[in-house]
């Protein structure tokens, strides 16, 4: 699945934001994140965002006896300036466990504001239950990148 979120504010106003390393943090732990960390590399034409975050999660009773619900999170987001905006892919790994998260992402003007736009995908290696544990990560992850972008668009607000 792919989610997507428009802004009225133009990509300029959004990209900064996304730039900033003490606002990544706030809104993580905004969200109900445990805690978070985050360290960015502009190099002008290109991004790296390191965080590592911690998180809890109610598992379904299938996945707690595989996962333990509070787990740490790293991501490594890579950008490139792309056209008149910037798109990206993310790695996303948790430490422990056999799950790596991937995306592809953009932001792009759109009108007089922009669109984010961010696809999925997981791979689970998990004998029996890892196609069902893929599609709970994915689920959680989607809905957390709504969360994320729509606590983007009431900061800008």
């Known amino acids: ?23 990544r943090v706030e809104r993580s732990l905004a969200l109900g994140e445990l805690s978070a960390d985050c360290e960015i590399e502009d190099h002008g034409d290109t991004l790296t965002v390191y965080m590592t975050r911690e ?15 509070k787990q740490t999170l790293k991501f490594v987001e890579e950008w490139q300036a792309d056209g008149d905006g910037w798109s990206g892919t993310i790695q996303i790994t948790v430490d422990g466990q056999p799950v790596v998260l991937s995306a592809e992402m953009s932001l792009q003007p759109k009108g007089s504001g922009c669109e ?29 990148a709504v969360d994320e972008l729509n606590y983007l668009k009431s900061d800008l607000g």
């Open 55 to 69: 998180v809890t999660r109610e598992l379904p009773s299938v996945l707690a006896k595989v996962f333990n619900p």
């Open 1 to 23: 699945m792919t989610v997507s979120l428009q802004f009225e504010q133009d990509l300029e106003t959004v990209w900064n934001r996304l730039q900033d390393p003490d606002f």
């Open 116 to 144: 984010y736009r961010v696809s999925h995908r997981c791979k689970a290696k998990i004998p029996l239950v890892g196609g069902k544990v893929e599609k709970f990560v994915l689920s959680q992850t989607d809905s957390g």
